[in-house]
């Protein structure tokens, strides 16, 4: 097996683009890989995408940002894993160079949301839940989650306002990373009265949707050489399922996908969670990120909230997470979201993150979430 | 590289199976597939499908169909190509296989497609082509393949009872192949009076939907022993894009991704077309069967009807194709006929074809096409 890295990162800012279609945004973060990796073309696109078909009405994206890309010819594949879809086209794309079979590849996640008509998205998003055991009882994917965090509440005894320092966190990289969608700082009272969405989750619980794309170039990392340049190798790349419905769960405050695909991950790295530098995961709602620190191994079962009460999750802290402002503040173009945290990951190893960047960051963590908790694949990159 | 194997089949009737869900019908295919192949679980699972979300409200997939079919906790994605959708989940189950990133890998492609009410299927399938500069124009995805075969005819002085001989071969091998939807006799006088769809084609020029499910379980080689049964290793899987829209290419008879695909399957298996025992094509519509032929090097360009007319893919022919009945007869439940051309390609090589037996089958080719002619993706089976 090839070991892999990271020579072009490309990304757009989450936003309403109403001036792009779908096919335009992922070619101008394709191009922008390319551009990045000093390359014209590569083996192989990999596009992470949930929604074209529903909001969009385009399947066969892969073909059709291929051809736009200017890679026509070269194989293509969309890959479908909800919210996850896009860290999921990475992980296609790593397996693939390290297999062999190509020696190079862009997967690039892209989603174009904002074209959607009333409730189009909410409905879209839904899609992601069981079809015939959750969505068809009406229950939305904010309800979904809402119900975790409530349950996870009384279960530990948090209040809501302690939820409070993700979103501030996620808020405060934000100001200062251009790509970002919401780039205001937010206060304690700015989230205790924000509007109720699904009690006890309210707007400043929730991520933002919107229009974006991102991409990332992948090649053996036996091609490189020094050329004073850090190699940003892909040390790990892990997934795994839960069932898809939370009820199914034997215990739904556990995201077990993220525990074994971080066990897999910190195996496949020989890391263990305290040499981890930074954590990009999946703050789509403030819940996940207690859940997904818990599940990792970076707080204690039921403490998540405790770690970013304490300020360790700052730039400056013990373990910063969403370092360029997260779901919660770059924004949640579902499918394209797993490869912003990449490239975020990869502008950090770099020491190109400018006002955000970590200090001494060598290896940092990725961890993209489908569904409730249903589909999660964590890579780590490593600055060598 | 490692190389890879199929080590299990499985495979559900082509048909309107108005009692079973999407993830009733894949499951049912995985399930067989792993218990042929003796097996209770495997790495990770890729589902190949394209309307989920479209005709069942159903994205996340991958997800649904681990939880049900018993492979909970198993990493798995959906993979979508279009109509090829199905070869593109083997092929990155091949791919994953190779790469020693797993070990074992279920590829399932599947399909849903009789509870669409009215012309949802035609507009479903119309995200196939470019939806900003084909669909929008209201053209259906039959007219599309109409706009090409008539410029065959056209072009190669072809009549369109010189396509009649596709459509009975296919017929013909279906009655005996009980996972089939129309397992009846056709002739060419059925073929002539046929009800017209969109000139020149018309019904049994094109291939009937259908609900189905196949599935193919793949392991390294080196893990197989010789146990007097034989071993069907993957030699080769190649893929390839062309514009996504037929008025973008130079040629738009000349199925350059067939071409781009095939030769890299050849090289790979280090075959030439004449080594080949049988093909399974990409028969949605007669005329992609000539197209296929040319692009592949069986026939020369503009003279893929003339193999058919000389009766060379039948059974006992040089080039024997669709030898259980093809899309045109076993039936096309998009994104699950590229695996069940590779179930077939199996059965074949096993010698387990029963009636539809190819004598001597010792190397299968499979192609499986998205959209028209966009995405095309060849696979080489070998018997050892």
């Known amino acids: 097996m090839r070991e892999v890295a990271v020579i072009g990162i490309g990304q757009t800012p989450v936003d309403e683009h109403w001036d792009k279609s779908i096919r335009e945004l992922a070619a101008e973060a394709v191009i922008l890989a390319l551009q990045d990796a000093q390359r014209e073309d590569v083996d192989a696109l990999y596009v992470g995408n949930m929604l074209s078909g529903l909001i969009s009405q385009q399947e066969n994206l892969g073909t059709l940002v291929a051809d736009w890309a200017g890679l026509r010819y070269t194989e293509a594949v969309k890959i479908e894993a909800a919210c996850s879809s896009g860290a999921a086209a990475v992980r ?15 997967a690039v996640g892209v989603e174009k949301m904002t074209e959607a008509k009333g409730n189009e ?17 009406g229950v939305s994917f904010v309800a979904l989650n809402a119900l975790i965090m409530q349950r996870y509440m009384y279960e530990y005894g948090w209040q809501h306002a302690d939820f409070a320092a993700f979103s501030i966190n996620a808020h405060q990289n934000a100001i200062t990373n251009s790509y ?4 205001e700082r937010i206060t304690e009272q700015d989230y205790a009265k924000a509007k109720m969405i699904a ?14 794309a991102a991409a990332v170039v992948v090649v053996p990392k036996e091609t490189l050489r020094k050329n004073g340049k850090p190699i940003i190798k892909i040390a790990a790349s892990a997934a795994a399922t839960d069932s898809i419905a939370i009820h ?3 215990d739904p405050l556990w995201l077990k996908a993220a525990e074994i695909s971080s066990k897999k991950a910190y195996a496949q790295a020989q890391v263990k969670p305290a040499d981890i530098s930074f954590f990009e995961l999946h703050d789509a709602f403030s819940i996940m990120s207690a859940l997904s620190l818990e599940a990792c191994g970076f707080a204690e079962r039921g403490q998540g909230p405790r770690l970013a009460l304490e300020g360790k999750i700052a730039l400056n ?7 360029m402002g997260g779901l919660k503040a770059r924004g949640h173009p579902v499918g394209a979201t797993g490869v912003y945290q990449i490239v975020e990951a990869v502008l950090q190893l770099r020491g190109d993150a400018g006002e955000n960047q970590v200090a001494d960051a060598k290896i940092g963590m990725t961890q993209n979430i489908g569904g409730s908790g249903s589909n999660i694949i964590t890579h780590i990159l490593v600055k060598e």
Chains 1, 2 share one sequence.
């Open 92 to 106: 296609q794309a790593v397996i693939a160079v390290a297999s062999g079979y190509i020696d190079s590849a862009v």
């Open 199 to 212: 009690y006890p989750i309210n707007l400043l619980d929730a991520s933002p949707t919107g229009d974006g």
């Open 121 to 137: 998205i909410t409905a879209a998003l839904a899609t992601a839940a069981d079809a015939d055991y959750e969505a068809a009882h």
């Open 317 to 323: 802290g013990k373990l910063p997470i969403t370092t």
């Open 248 to 250: 199914d769960r034997n």
């Open 180 to 183: 970002a969608r919401l780039r």
